[in-house]
């Protein structure tokens, strides 16, 4: 059924048709500019009105009008580009009657050329003097009100192009998190890591615990999983002799949605060898504090309510020392599951049916009690050994050389002493198989490939992935995932 049109879309409509009968292009064509908003200000520098009279220096841009005033024979309008705004002056005069009706018949919103000399106002601001103004694009749909802009943060999430257009500090974010990134990489690239990239498409789930994407190749005729983590390939790399491997990408897990989950989002993982648990402190520790002071300048950074210092040591604690902080339960004292079980009761903490140990009800625990109160970044260490089947074991076995980096309850990143004895591998993933046969719909499948892969000799490494949707988050104050991913996925429009 076709849509109906609004008043304002049926007049803009028609003054499409009006520019193709005087035989212009309302959808234009190729413009050559030759400077931006930015780089005209930087061209006016100090000069004054009469300077820049003097100089008349020539300049040509382009972008969408933003701000109209039209003035009888003369009129203001504001341009926006990627870099922001600039002022033109335009007047019958200046450009002759037909260009100046052609300008008049233009709205808000669409796509023009300005050519001309730049020029100060009365009130000091620097303007294009317009000379020569070209139509490029006309503009079908009117932009949001001026002072409500995309209001329904819903709809802003839909249509990220009027956000972009609407809102400077959506698109602040749009333009820093590519420079994160790349920051991210010269910080890897600079200690002798070697960017890769592996297959999204996986024949065996592993690498981490979640729900996957299942999808179908109709050649093999067989299904495949989305990756839901890099590190297994990774770790092969290592087996290979790539000594120093990372790689920035996409993972799908097929779960909730809400301010830190998206079901599609990107990480880094970065793998070491002859590197341990503490290697991988350093290195996130390290990232984090430098990724700050190239961002923002500073090593004290709001987020939100809270004011973050990434400035002094990281704190480290363990995960049984913080549930016993907050609960009075130690779990080293725990010796069977059927303890954990009263103690879980006692807490109210449901227990699944597929849990095996203690250490799953530790981890409901810790997530219950703790995770909430972890506002300065914190190194929380010493995970189960039930949760972390690709992690080596810590001296008490019981647990794992692990950590997670917490700031302000949002996990950041995830690090291990790499799991290298194949023997070990085997069994751990032997009793994911049983967790899943229980329910667990999280847990890995057998990759026997990998377990070969180890039995060639992987050498000792450590590990560690980072999201870095939640660390844009960080360091740019952004409260939920959906500002820092131009195109979170989102629930029907209905």
């Not at 070990?424 to 667990?440: H, I, N, S, T």
């Amino acid at each position: 059924m076709p849509r109906e049109f609004s008043d304002q879309e049926l007049v803009r409509r028609a003054k499409a048709e009006e520019l193709s009968a005087q035989g212009i292009d309302p959808f234009g064509k190729k413009y050559e500019r030759t400077d931006t908003s930015l780089s005209i200000k930087e061209k006016a520098g100090e000069f004054t009105k009469e300077e820049l009279e003097e100089k008349a220096i020539k300049v040509k841009t382009a972008g969408r009008i933003m701000l109209m005033r039209i003035m009888g024979k003369a009129s203001f309008f504001t341009i926006q580009d990627q870099e922001g705004r600039i002022q033109a002056f335009i007047s019958k005069q200046g450009v002759g009657e037909e260009v100046y009706d052609l300008f008049k018949s233009a709205d808000i919103g669409d796509i023009v050329g300005v050519e001309g000399t730049i020029m100060r106002t009365k009130t000091g601001e620097v303007t294009v003097k317009v000379e020569v103004y070209t139509h490029i694009v006309k503009a079908l749909r009117p932009l949001p009100e001026k002072f409500h802009g995309l209001t329904d943060v819903e709809e802003r999430y839909r249509r990220r192009y009027v956000d972009l257009i609407m809102n400077e500090s959506s698109k602040h974010v749009a333009l820093t998190r590519p420079k994160i990134i790349r920051a991210i990489q010269k910080f890897l690239d600079d200690r002798g890591f070697v960017e890769v990239e592996t297959s999204m498409l996986n024949s065996v789930l592993g690498g981490a615990s979640a729900k996957p994407f299942i999808t179908h190749h109709n050649t093999l005729n067989r299904d495949f999983y989305l990756r839901i983590a890099t590190e297994l390939p990774l770790k092969r790399l290592l087996v290979g002799g790539i000594e120093k491997v990372y790689e920035i990408g996409r993972l799908f897990r097929n779960e909730g949605m809400s301010t830190r989950h998206n079901p599609e989002f990107t990480t880094v993982e970065a793998y070491q060898a002859y590197a341990d648990l503490d290697d991988m402190y350093e290195l996130c520790e390290s990232l984090v504090r430098e990724l700050a002071i190239k961002v923002t300048g500073d090593t004290k950074l709001p987020w939100g309510d809270e004011i973050i210092d990434v400035s002094a040591p990281f704190r480290k604690v363990s995960m049984v020392d913080l549930v016993k902080e907050e609960t009075g339960v130690d779990f080293r004292k725990i010796k069977t599951f059927e303890e954990a079980k009263a103690i879980a009761d006692k807490h109210e903490i449901h227990v699944e049916k597929h849990w095996t140990g203690s250490g799953h009800i530790l981890n409901a625990f810790f997530e219950e009690f703790c995770e909430a109160d972890l506002i300065q970044p914190t190194f929380v260490y010493g995970h189960p050994l039930e949760i972390s089947p690709l992690a080596k074991k810590a001296e008490d076995p019981r647990f794992t050389e692990r950590f997670e980096l917490f700031i302000k309850a949002n996990e950041l990143a995830n690090a291990f002493t790499e799991l290298n004895d194949p023997r070990d591998q085997y069994e751990r993933f032997k009793a994911q198989l049983k967790a899943r046969e229980l329910g667990d719909e999280e847990a890995s499948e057998m990759d026997e490939d990998f377990v070969e892969a180890l039995e060639y000799g992987m050498p000792p490494a450590g590990g560690i992935g980072i999201g870095i949707d939640r660390l844009v988050m960080f360091l740019l104050n952004q409260t939920s995932i959906r500002e820092v991913i131009l195109f979170p996925t989102m629930r029907d429009n209905k």
